[in-house]
């Protein structure tokens, strides 16, 4: 199944609806859906993309980025249902959520995990 771009904006608001607003306190960029994908340079084209990001300016302030045509070509690859769809973004948008509460914290635990996560992947990958 494939959602299109707004279809995919709309069910990010009502997923947004559902975090409670002390969440977004300082997210001042918001929520952005980017249309292109994002793919990790450190790996081979068109094998690891990147779902969400988390921006941090000092000019702009802090804000999300998903990558609407990062959570396309996994659906595609991946067959994914209407359930699988939401899943993914509201666990891409917790995360970033995670990303900002602790860089208002000052703590960078998530972060970490993110880091070790990358290394065993490029590690099955062989790079």
């Known amino acids: 199944m494939e959602y299109t771009f707004e279809q995919v904006a709309d ?3 009502e997923i947004a609806d559902q975090f409670p607003p002390a969440l977004f306190t300082e997210l001042n960029g918001g929520i952005i859906l980017e249309q292109e994908a994002k793919e990790d340079p450190l790996f081979p084209p068109g094998e690891m993309f990147f779902m969400g990001e988390y921006i941090t300016d000092p000019y702009l302030g802090q804000s999300i980025s998903l990558y609407y045509g990062s959570f396309l070509n996994s659906a595609r690859r ?3 249902d209407e359930e699988t769809w939401q899943e993914e973004l509201y666990l891409t948008l917790s995360h970033e959520l ?3 509460m602790e860089f208002l914290a000052n703590s960078h635990g998530l ?4 880091e070790e996560d990358l290394m065993r992947y490029l590690e099955e990958y062989g790079l």
């Open 78 to 80: 991946e067959d994914w």
């Open 98 to 100: 995670t990303h900002h």
């Open 111 to 114: 972060d970490d995990k993110d």
């Open 11 to 13: 069910l990010l608001d």
